[in-house]
């Protein structure tokens, strides 16, 4: 009996927990919150590229998922040797070890370049980032330089000579500043990734490059316009030359059509200069109308029409200069190169139904790209390029008289302008954590700047540096695709 009686109210007292439990309005929607605020943090840790591993020789080893490289790190078999791109050096030796073959694949533009590292025999997209250049700031610069001069030889103060008397002599293949920067943007990255995987094959987009001459050793005459990739090529051109959205409404992702500005019942050509993007309902709407009637309620709209419609293409006319001389720097690296178009390379992004992205459209480059990619938990790495500095000794008004002192040393306290730091401040009225971009002071007291803001007044000894300054800035890009449910 006294045992009946003990389990008897040890069951009336869960009972009533239970009813407590339930009972406690706030409980479910916090566990409901919080199941949520898990399942973010693992769609994020998932979306993310694969992490850089070297052996102790600093010698590549395949990369590893995020996961087991917290894991190398937690068991302190490993420790991190470089912050961008991420990269773990083992302290333990790795005797023969077996390696999986990567291809880079680059996609040069003007702005962006696209690179991404794929595996071919799993199709396995392993890493990937976008270079933004800085070759228009590079020309600005030099037409600023241009103008302060020739200012000075007009008012007969101190001045250079004019270039025409000054001239040297350009060696073969020199190239000006701003297309040598993207040049060397590229050059730059692909050697710093043989450094740290395996690498045995580049992929480069080239627009010369003839695909259909592969398939078809006979192929000639208007069979190049009837081909497999018969479009992608002008329609490529159309979309990047009016930015991918309606010339006449502005609408963006939407489907657009090749649009005639004089139509051709009223004696209209196919020249490009004649043609632009428009979406249906604006096409339809149009129809055979003058441009000028059609666009009279809108004359800022017509005259930007008009402009861009016989406008250069310098950015494309930039890429096709750079091209050629970024395959032959690439030739001398000693890996075998695969060249591709711009149209197969949109090909094979709609055959695979990926979306738009310099990432994407450089893992699509070549005809060896396979026929399924696994690039769903890709976040790319964005890459700016900086510069190193100039050689400047100080600034100017615009009169070109100097305004600011001389430079000063560039390492202050072993910082220097552009390093990644930690400040961990403990005391004073900026108690808190501050990781970002330094920039150093003579006296010491740096600016810190983070993704919230600029800090002013960082004192160096609190102050630890996470990465060094090489002439480019780091940010997590956006993931293509939308995170799985």
């Not at 023969?96 to 073959?101: I, N």
């Not at 696994?374 to 400047?392: F, M, Y």
Request: net charge positive; aromatic share 6%; hydrophobic share 35%.
């Amino acid at each position: 009996m006294r045992g009946q009686r003990a389990a008897l109210r040890l069951q009336v007292k869960q009972s009533r927990r239970v009813k407590a439990v339930l009972a406690t309005p706030n409980l479910p929607s916090k566990l409901v919150e919080a199941n949520i605020t898990c399942a973010k943090q693992r769609s994020e840790r998932a979306n993310m590229s694969k992490v850089f591993v070297l052996d102790t020789k600093k010698q590549p080893l395949n990369p590893v998922h995020p996961g087991r490289a917290r894991l190398l790190l937690k068991e302190g078999k490993a420790a991190v040797f470089k912050r961008y791109p991420f990269t773990l050096i083992l302290k333990g030796a790795v005797e023969e070890p077996l390696l999986s073959p990567l291809r880079i694949k680059i996609d040069p533009g003007s702005r962006t370049t696209g690179i991404a590292l794929l595996n071919d025999a799993s199709g396995e997209v392993v890493w990937a980032a976008e270079i933004a250049h800085r070759g228009h700031e590079v020309k600005k610069a030099l037409d600023d330089r241009r103008a302060v001069r020739r200012s000075r030889r007009q008012r007969k103060t101190r001045y250079r000579k004019p270039r025409f008397a000054n001239r040297r002599h350009k060696k073969q293949g020199w190239l000006p500043p701003s297309l040598e920067s993207r040049i060397s943007n590229i050059q730059t990255w692909v050697k710093r990734l043989m450094h740290l995987c395996p690498i045995t094959a580049i992929s480069q987009e080239l627009v010369r490059f003839d695909p259909q001459k592969m398939e078809n050793p006979e192929i000639c005459g208007i069979q190049y316009q009837q081909g497999t990739l018969a479009g992608y090529e002008l329609r490529e051109n159309f979309l990047q030359k009016w930015n991918r959205q309606c010339s006449y409404c502005g609408a963006r992702d939407v489907p657009l059509q090749v649009e005639h500005i004089q139509a051709r019942a009223n004696g209209g050509t196919d020249r490009t200069s004649n043609l632009c993007l428009a979406c249906q309902p604006c096409n339809v709407k149009k129809g055979t109308q003058d441009i000028a009637v059609f666009l009279a309620h809108k004359p800022d709209v017509l005259a930007r029409l008009l402009a861009q419609a016989k406008a250069p293409l310098k950015d494309a006319a930039a890429v096709n200069t750079t091209r050629l001389a970024l395959y032959h720097r690439l030739l001398a690296l000693g890996l075998p190169i695969e060249c591709g178009s711009g149209g197969l390379t949109k090909f094979n992004r709609t055959t695979r139904d990926l979306p738009k992205a310099h990432w994407l459209d450089a893992a699509c480059v070549g005809s060896s790209t396979p026929p399924m990619l696994q690039a769903n938990e890709i976040v790319p790495l964005r890459i700016r390029a900086n510069g190193h500095g100039c050689r400047q000794l100080c600034l100017m008004n615009k009169h070109g008289f100097p305004r600011t002192k001389p430079k000063q040393a560039k390492r202050i306290k072993d910082y220097q302008t552009g390093d990644i730091v930690k400040a961990v401040v403990r005391k004073g009225t900026k108690i808190g954590t501050y990781v970002g971009r330094v920039a150093v002071r003579a006296t010491g007291s740096f600016n810190v700047t983070t993704r919230a803001g600029t800090v002013e007044g960082i004192s160096h000894r609190f102050c630890k540096t996470l990465h060094h300054r090489d002439g480019y800035s780091y940010q997590k890009g956006e993931a293509a695709f939308s995170p799985a449910p």
